[in-house]
């Protein structure tokens, strides 16, 4: 079976504008959560998804948005990029919710 | 408020020697608990995961133990090999899914 993949890889983007990062989960899987990790915070839940639904949600600002698709795809959306916004953006898919396996992220460097 | 912490930050072993990794945890609504292995500008790879209804769990070279009343769980590793050095993560879970993560603790396994 194929992994969970992130696209872009990398992404440079200003201050102000605003970012939209991919996630194809392995297949057969309908759990789809987001992380970021910076230096400083580590590793941080930003939401999950399941069947089109947000089930989940972190500790982030309104700024932070995701959907699912119903092929169980998502997307993530960071509007009015910030400095802080800097991080790696992982995905994770999961059968049962518990395990949770990861993409190699989308490294988001906001100038 | 950490709930999970990795209270090393780095440790060392020689090859073939055991390698023991700590983790413990704050809250008691945490049901299940995961190791990662992470290497830089990688996503997180899942390496076994413990249930509270049990005490351990074994996969090849690597053994988790869970310690409930101490809320304390640990992962050994023999024996530890060159490719093991790696930073790794402690994560758990409850009934939402989500994971939270440890800080990370640095593996260097010495030739």
């Known amino acids: 079976k194929a992994g969970v993949t992130q696209t872009p890889r990398y992404l440079i983007k200003t201050r102000g504008q605003q970012v939209t990062l991919s996630c194809s989960p392995i297949s057969g899987h309908r759990s789809v959560s987001w992380y970021q990790q910076t230096p400083g915070q580590g590793l941080q839940f930003l939401f999950e998804y399941f069947s089109e639904t947000q089930r989940n949600k972190g500790n982030f600002p309104g700024r932070f948005s995701g959907r699912q698709f119903s092929n169980s795809r998502s997307e993530m959306n960071v509007s009015t990029l910030e400095l802080g916004d800097s991080a790696l953006y992982l995905c994770?898919?999961?059968?049962?919710?518990?395990?949770?396996?990861f993409g190699p992220g989308t490294r988001l460097t906001v100038t | 408020d950490q709930q999970v912490k990795q209270n090393s930050p780095s440790l060392s072993v020689q090859e073939g020697r055991i390698s023991i990794l700590n983790c413990d945890y704050t809250?008691?609504?945490?049901?299940?608990f995961l190791w990662y292995k992470k290497y830089p500008a990688e996503g997180p790879t899942f390496l076994i995961s413990i249930s509270s209804i049990k005490d351990k769990n074994e996969d090849g070279r690597f053994t988790v133990f869970l310690n409930k009343s101490a809320k304390h769980l640990s992962l050994h590793i023999v024996p530890s090999q060159p490719g093991d050095s790696a930073v790794y993560f402690c994560a758990a879970t409850g009934s939402a899914r989500q994971l939270t993560f440890g800080s990370g603790t640095q593996l260097t396994v010495l030739p």
């Open positions: 809250n008691s609504m945490f049901d299940y």
């Open positions: 994770a898919s999961s059968s049962t919710g518990a395990e949770q396996y």
